[in-house]
């Protein structure tokens, strides 16, 4: 079964910091990797996904990489804004990519 | 623009209760997931689908089942609601190697 471990669980930072959020997973044999965004009692909304074939995505100021063979992704975020404050979550499927397994999530703070 | 639909954000059943959790899709997705989240738990998968009326248990399916008698449909039930599944539940769906998109969410509270 496919693990998703996400550090740190929680990160706070002052506004305009560059920070990086962390994700490892067990199985690498995977199709892709899912970046999303939760804000406090809502659904969630994807950010950003990266095939297996590619190494990293950008969006606006964020930006993902992949190493499949290590099982890392981590998410960049540049200048930070107290509207980035959300829980940040990766997703991959698991060994049979039919489904999707989660981290835990990190739970990011930008103090204005 | 996309859309997954969940057909309640707030809910209140008793125990004891049968609890039907619906979501719809407006996507063609062949795939769809139900999943709960819990403080300190994160988002567990209970079930997904990969195609009408095919499922797939997850990692804590006791207490549930499912149903998918349409592509853009996917039903969650709770044959007798307890107190301990007490949730947000989060519906989602996506192609096999697509972005997944998720609904807003369902609340339930069983008292």
């Known amino acids: 079964k496919q693990e998703v471990t996400q550090i740190p669980a929680a990160l706070s930072v002052p506004e305009g910091e560059n920070l990086v959020l962390n994700c490892s997973f067990t199985?690498?044999?995977?199709?892709?990797l899912q970046w999303f965004r939760q804000d406090p009692g809502k659904g969630l909304t994807s950010l950003l996904l990266i095939q297996s074939s590619q190494r990293e995505q950008t969006s606006g100021r964020l930006n993902a990489s992949l190493d499949k063979s290590s099982g890392r992704s981590t998410l960049y975020i540049a200048a930070s804004q107290p509207g980035d404050s959300a829980t940040y979550l990766c997703?991959?499927?698991?060994?049979?990519?039919?489904?999707?397994?989660f981290g835990a999530g990190t739970r990011l703070t930008v103090k204005p | 623009d996309v859309k997954v639909t969940q057909s309640s954000r707030y809910l209140v059943k008793r125990t004891g209760e049968k609890v039907f959790l619906e979501c719809v899709q407006d996507m063609d997705h062949e795939n769809m997931f139900w999943y709960r989240q819990d403080p300190g738990l994160g988002l567990r998968l209970i079930y997904f689908s990969y195609d009408v009326k095919m499922k797939e248990k997850g990692d804590i399916p006791e207490g549930y089942s499912v149903s998918r008698e349409k592509k853009e449909r996917f039903s969650l039930i709770l044959e007798s609601a307890s107190t301990n599944q007490t949730s947000m539940y989060l519906c989602?769906?996506?192609?096999?190697?697509?972005?997944?998109?998720f609904g807003q969410g369902t609340r339930l509270t069983v008292v």
């Open positions: 989602a769906s996506s192609l096999q190697t697509g972005v997944a998109f």
């Open positions: 997703a991959v499927p698991s060994y049979n990519n039919n489904d999707m397994r």
């Open positions: 199985d690498s044999a995977i199709y892709n």
